[in-house]
């Protein structure tokens, strides 16, 4: 439902085609195409895939394959869930099998990192995994505060830098030979998020992630990287650099409850073939739900 409600806006861009394909015959295939283009430019499909769906509609209607409105707004349907499931990747979190399993969320700042990451351990807690959260944005004074309000919300334990001068990486060793030693199924690790073109946090990063593999063999299990969903097809090039560097196995977008435009998740996911792990569609605890692609399509298209 809030899924559903976040993309009024973006539903009714496209519902601009519906009329026409109500009254719809052979010769007004230019003229509803066109339409179907802006409308998806308009909702941030970006010009690659728009090209994409219009050409492969255009292909069917005019071999034959598409004989009605009805089945040219059910072959778009279908073209967006392929792009969206195509690559074939998984969109439930792999954990493998050594305990702790390690999730690191990564991100610019403000994008909405700390929030997925008390989300998350509320719904991992409430299918019984027990849970340490790691408080590794030793960068910005109140990011650690704020997952201990996090931690608090949810019920999880959480390890905090010792020190102003503590580094990320030592932060996230210590939650993860804690969670080790002490029987924890996921540490969930908080990091940085200066800007993305800062290479130092990229750097750090990297350390981040040999820190834990240190106690862990194969950790992090999971690099989950948070998108603020409405900055449309601007998060491409961020999300760009993050895989590059640190290799992102899934993402989360954030804020699709706000003015987010539909389009940018598929364009999002065909760029990167990265799948959509998780969508926050709110600031409370049970605002983060399990990417559904075909709930998707059927909360951007009538
Ligand atoms: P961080 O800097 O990446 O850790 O970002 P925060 O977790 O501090 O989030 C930044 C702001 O975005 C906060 O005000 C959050 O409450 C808000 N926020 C995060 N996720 C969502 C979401 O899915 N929907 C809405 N509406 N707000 C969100």
Request: charged content about 25%; some cysteine; overall charge negative.
């Amino acid at each position: 439902e809030k899924l559903f409600s976040g993309f009024s806006k973006t539903r009714n861009n496209l519902a601009v085609i519906d009329e026409l394909l109500l009254y719809w015959n052979l010769s007004d295939t230019d003229r509803v195409l066109d339409e179907l283009e802006e409308a998806l430019l308009v909702s941030d499909f970006g010009p690659k895939i728009t090209i994409k769906i219009v050409e492969n509609l255009r292909e069917d209607i005019l071999s034959g394959n598409l004989k009605s409105g009805s089945e040219i707004k059910e072959a778009l349907k279908r073209n967006v869930l392929d792009l969206l499931t195509s690559k074939g990747s998984k969109t439930e979190l792999q954990l493998g099998f050594r305990k702790p399993a390690v999730i690191m969320i990564v991100g610019v700042n403000g994008g909405g990192k700390t929030t997925s990451l008390g989300k998350l351990a509320y719904r991992l807690k409430n299918e019984g995994a027990k849970i340490l959260m790691a408080a590794g944005d030793t960068f910005r004074a109140a990011a650690s505060d704020q997952l201990e309000i996090w931690a608090e919300r949810t019920g999880c334990e959480i390890v905090v830098a010792e020190s102003d001068k503590a580094k990320a990486s030592s932060v996230l060793l210590q939650a993860v030979k804690k969670g080790k030693e002490l029987g924890f199924d996921i540490v969930l690790c908080d990091t940085s998020g200066r800007l993305h073109t800062n290479y130092s946090l990229m750097e750090e990063l990297i350390s981040c992630k040999k820190s834990v593999a240190k106690v862990v063999p194969g950790a992090p299990n999971e690099i989950l990287l948070v998108l603020d969903g409405t900055t449309g097809l601007n998060m491409l090039p961020q999300a760009r650099e993050f895989n590059d560097v640190v290799g992102v196995t899934g993402l989360i977008l954030t804020k699709l409850d706000g003015s987010a435009r539909g389009g940018c998740v598929v364009s999002v996911v065909d760029e990167l073939g990265i799948p959509v792990k998780f969508v926050g569609v709110g600031e409370g605890v049970e605002d983060l739900q399990p990417f559904d692609a075909e709930a998707f399509v059927n909360a951007i298209f009538m």
